[in-house]
């Protein structure tokens, strides 16, 4: 039997809970570990998740709990200096977001939004704390989409001219 999980299986990928239930039934599991779509997504815009004297580290949030919440840890991310990755953070929980940042005072913050990341129905919105909302709804942007918010979203603009010559040639 094989599970094939795009991404990272233990990434928000519900793989351990369903390693522990197929163990139950005696079956042994391996598990080949792809790379996560928070990780990957924003490289394929150009934009790094980490940068010397930029960001120093990076968060990687879900947006919505097992109970349908946003995760309490989209709080402590927004009072650090390290770029915040939040996944299924759409829909009603991006005003949150931007309320929690914007009460660290961080609305001048960039912030990126890809939905349907490296696919051809790509679509992207960049903005910062205070401005995404609007951008979000001119562009009509929904999930799935990955929400990525730091200094780094500003390298886009560089990495991103380079990236689409390399895939010009391609």
Known sequence: ?????????????????EIDYVR???LKTYVVPGISSSMAVPAYQGIPLT???????????TGTTKKHQLSGDVA???KSSATVVILMGMGGKLSEIVRIFSEENKQDV???IIQNGTRDNENVGIGTISS????????????PAIIVIGDVVKERAVLSSVLETVNKNK
């Open 110 to 112: 960039a912030v990126a």
């Open 76 to 78: 402590l991310a927004a």
């Open 1 to 17: 039997m094989v599970r094939l999980k795009g991404g990272d299986p233990f990434i928000f990928g519900r793989g351990a809970e």
């Open 24 to 26: 139950q039934f005696g």
């Open 132 to 143: 995404i909302e609007s951008i979000v709804a001119e562009k009509q942007l929904a999930n």
């Open 51 to 61: 940068k010397r004297g930029s960001s120093e580290s990076f968060w990687v949030i």
